[in-house]
């Protein structure tokens, strides 16, 4: 997965699939730490998107 190329909502949207498939408890325990290790990468990368967007309406507000 390349989550370098997912808009915010798509890879919010696969975080949140992630989650809900390791909270079902029905995953094998192999299968749920590669699910935890890619959540954590689209987790990161959902906030770097937020963070992006953050400083760029700050930027906006300033020039105002």
């Keep these: 997965m390349d989550e370098q190329k997912l808009s ?16 079902s408890g029905q995953m094998p325990l192999a299968d749920s730490v590669t699910a935890y290790e890619q959540g954590v990468k689209l ?10 967007a953050e400083l760029k309406i ?6 105002e």
């Design 8 to 23: 915010f909502e798509d890879a919010y949207r696969q975080l949140m699939e992630l989650v809900k498939k390791m909270e």
């Design 43 to 52: 987790k990161a990368y959902c906030e770097q998107l937020l963070k992006e």
């Design 58 to 63: 700050e930027t906006l507000k300033v020039g």
